[in-house]
């Protein structure tokens, strides 16, 4: 006979989870008792927003589904923007949420919530456990659900006298492998379907990536002398400094790149969804007229179709077709070399930093660190312009070299990199944030401290929220509403922290600053403060208002 958070715990090890992440509460001790002494590392957070992000980071490098615990009422509440990165990330990800006696619900009890309803619309499943012999059956199910078809996040409610209560009751295996999903007639439809393009293009994202799908997708590449570009924020699917590689589809990509994609003849999305953001807002790819061959590999049969009406459809893990590519000789084709060519130079060229304002210039910081990192570095960010500087000058390094979110989330880099520096801590891990962005979530540098993940924290600090002040500027030009931000002394911050702080205000002042920072051994934050003027890389605040005063008129 074994209580109910012992149960709990002995499936996840029989799942095969290694650590997880939590903020305490009292909904679910027993759970707390059967991670007592059970082997699995229980990483404990400064907030529940945190813990969730950490838990999806960390399912980002492993590919295993991440696991948090919180308690109930404001704890789940919290917790949910983690959860809602990893539903727009496609994340397998499942948070355990402590729950009232079973035997109050429906009394507003004490931090009582409806998970189920909740969390539904943002979550792949919710459920309630509410008999402990069952708990085996739901995390067997939650795990499966959480990496099935289009990866995402499961939320289980755990009723506290559930928990506690004792069942016998036998585990279950693991979620077993899945064999490759496709056959030698699906690639041969696919390649013939390529080669009759003028114009390829290839996208690459989605999720439950590998290194060596990363390699794969540049073998693939070079043989069929294909231009790959990376959806936003999953820059990592092939190194940037790859010949073939042309570059992004974020929310400010090379405008090259944009025309190239419609001057494409054939789309070869691979593990994408191909939303808003990768088709510029479904203007560069018309949903209605889409003018292109689209060829589209996913592995939910249920986003095949759902918006762009593909040619051809792969209901299957996009790392299973690229390894299937990979290995294929290159049939008759167009010749694409001088279609890539161009792509790639158009790249190069929007890699050449543009001045902007200040005496401490981002573009020059990020072009530094993509020379000077090793090859195993990994950046983290969360959202906001200063994330602009990132994507177009620094060249990601392959999978896993860039974790970010793609649902647009603040506040995600510094839990990313305590779970990535946990993950991998002999790479050097950088977290680049913005001064709003940083502030919503520096608190996760006291587990940083605690766990000995030393990073490195770039914020950058312009005294605003710089993606609103842009378009504030641009639609109410001059007219400054809620956007402006006090700023402490981040440098004194880390140090109170236990950690390493410094501030630079000129450019030249950088790299020996990054060298003293990862030297210390310990989580480390440099502030930069730059200039508010630098707005964007491709526009100055008064560039932005002169554009708004303009469309005034």
Known sequence: MRH????LVDQLKAQGVRRVFSVPGESFLAALDGLHDSGIENVVCRHEGGACMMAEAHAKLTGRPGVVFVTRG???????AGIHIAKQDSTPLILFVGQIDNRHRDREAFQEVDYRAFFGPIAKWAGEIDQTDRIPEYVSRAFHLAL???PGPIVLAL????????ADVPDLPPVAPTPPSVCSEQIDALLALLCRAQRPLVVAGGSLWSTETARNLARFAETFDLPVCA??????RMDNRHPHYVGDLGASPNPALGRRMREADCLLILGSRFGDIASGGYARVDPAAPGKTIIHVHPDPDELGAVFRPDLALAAPAIDVIARLSRREAPAHPDWADWTKAARADYAAW???????????????????????????????????????????FRARAFPGHLAPTSGSMGYGVPAAVAAK??????????????????????????????????????????QYGTIRMHQERSYPGRVSGTQLFNPDYAALARAYGGHGETVERTADFAAAFERATASGLPAV???RLDPEALSPGQDLWEARAQGAAAAV
């Open 351 to 393: 890699t050449r930093p543009r001045e902007t304002p200040g005496a401490l210039k981002l573009e020059e910081v990020m072009a530094w660190l993509s020379e000077h990192l090793p090859d195993d570095a990994i950046i983290t960010n969360g959202a906001g312009n200063f994330a602009a500087w990132l994507h177009r000058y």
């Open 422 to 463: 946990l993950e991998h801590p002999d790479r050097p891990v950088v977290c680049v944030a913005g001064d709003g962005d940083f502030q919503m979530t520096m608190n996760e540098l006291s587990t940083a401290r605690q766990y000995g993940a030393a990073f490195v924290t770039l914020v950058c600090n312009n005294g």
């Open 159 to 166: 009723p506290e006298n559930m928990l506690e209560a004792r």
């Open 74 to 80: 404001p704890g789940a509440t919290n917790a949910s």
């Open 231 to 236: 959806t936003f924020r999953r820059q990592d």
């Open 4 to 7: 109910g958070g012992q149960i």
């Open 148 to 150: 099935s078809g289009r």
């Open 526 to 528: 440099i502030e930069l």
